[in-house]
């Protein structure tokens, strides 16, 4: 199986960067996709941006020219730095893997709370 590790949340002003960490383990070679997600508060978990074995790379229009997603294979790591935060990037973000393992799997982390505030 796969297990998730997210890191890098905190809270920063209007305009700063953070980047986040998503640390995958176990059966890592059978993940087909690796995707960030975010939910805020009374709000739907939402797509943030996605990267697939293939290279193939998905943005929300929200965050296009803003965050970028790439990944270390070496390091089982994939990566969202983001740029130009604004109050409305106010949300937990969530790491996500699917694949395939004998059966599919859509597997979640823990979560990282990232806060944008002045």
């Known amino acids: 199986q796969v297990q998730l590790v997210e890191s890098g949340g905190g809270l920063v002003q209007p305009g700063g960067s953070l980047r986040l960490s998503c640390a995958a383990s176990?059966?890592?070679?059978?993940?087909?996709?690796v995707g960030w997600y975010r939910q805020a508060p009374g709000k739907q978990r939402e797509l943030v941006a996605t990267?697939?074995?293939?290279?193939?790379?998905v943005y929300a229009d929200s965050v296009k020219g803003r965050f970028t997603i790439s990944r270390d294979n070496a390091k089982n790591t994939v990566y969202l730095q983001m740029n130009s935060l604004k109050l409305e990037d106010t949300a937990t973000y969530y790491c996500?893997?699917?694949?395939?393992?004998?059966?599919?799997?859509?597997?979640w982390g823990q979560g990282t709370q990232v806060t944008v505030s002045s």
């Open positions: 990267i697939a074995g293939h290279g193939n790379i």
């Open positions: 176990g059966t890592t070679f059978s993940i087909d996709v």
């Open positions: 996500n893997a699917r694949g395939f393992f004998a059966a599919p799997y859509d597997l």
